[in-house]
């Protein structure tokens, strides 16, 4: 993980700055459950392509949110999980989760 | 305020179609701390565009997070401020201020 030493003065925008993507967000989410491989994700993240998750997934592995345990297989398979730093966002992802279900509820849709 | 019937089945992707840009997260942050003028959010939002921050406060306008006031003036004085479901969000807003804050005390930055 690298030390970012040039982090903007609001704590609110050092958030944004490392999981301010929609994509990101969404990572988080789908790894809170649990190890997830590349394809995984892929078909998780509708509509998301190759080269943009990896760029994600590496931004989010430097900035130490995520790990990449890589085994050594044939084909090759690798896992992405959240870091103990990237664990800590559930409190982030929960407070999206329960304005979103509140805001869907208030619009008429329950699920 | 329209209703939307098209939400993703996803709370947390509900919550990011209406906030999940960078520029809506810190319009919400500056109109929690009160009403502002369209010059004052220009001025704390460095480097957005005129363009960029009309179609934000519009869109944000049109899905009932903020409302838009103006007075009969010369030149015209139009004002935003949060609406209750703007208001609403404050617990997403401060779940990233905790975060965040931690994140930059762990990088050494308590300021």
């Known amino acids: 993980m690298k030390m970012n030493k040039n982090l903007p003065n609001c704590p609110v925008?050092?958030?944004?700055m490392l999981m301010?993507?929609?994509?990101?967000?969404l990572i988080v989410r789908d790894l809170l459950i649990g190890t997830k491989r590349f394809g995984?994700?892929?078909?998780?993240?509708?509509?998301?392509?190759?080269?943009?998750?990896?760029?994600?997934?590496r931004?989010?592995?430097?900035?130490?949110l995520i790990s990449r345990k890589v085994y050594a297989e044939v084909p090759p398979?690798?896992?992405y999980s959240l870091t103990e730093l990237g664990q800590s966002l559930?409190?982030?992802?929960?407070?999206?989760?329960?304005?979103g279900t509140?805001?869907?509820?208030?619009?008429?849709?329950n699920k």
């Open 77 to 79: 398979k690798v896992e």
């Open 20 to 25: 301010g993507d929609k994509w990101k967000v």
């Open 40 to 57: 995984e994700l892929k078909k998780s993240l509708t509509g998301i392509s190759q080269k943009v998750l990896t760029q994600h997934l």
């Open 90 to 99: 559930k409190q982030v992802h929960d407070a999206m989760l329960v304005w």
């Open 102 to 109: 509140a805001y869907k509820s208030r619009n008429g849709q």
């Open 13 to 16: 925008e050092t958030t944004l």
């Open 59 to 64: 931004a989010m592995e430097n900035n130490g």
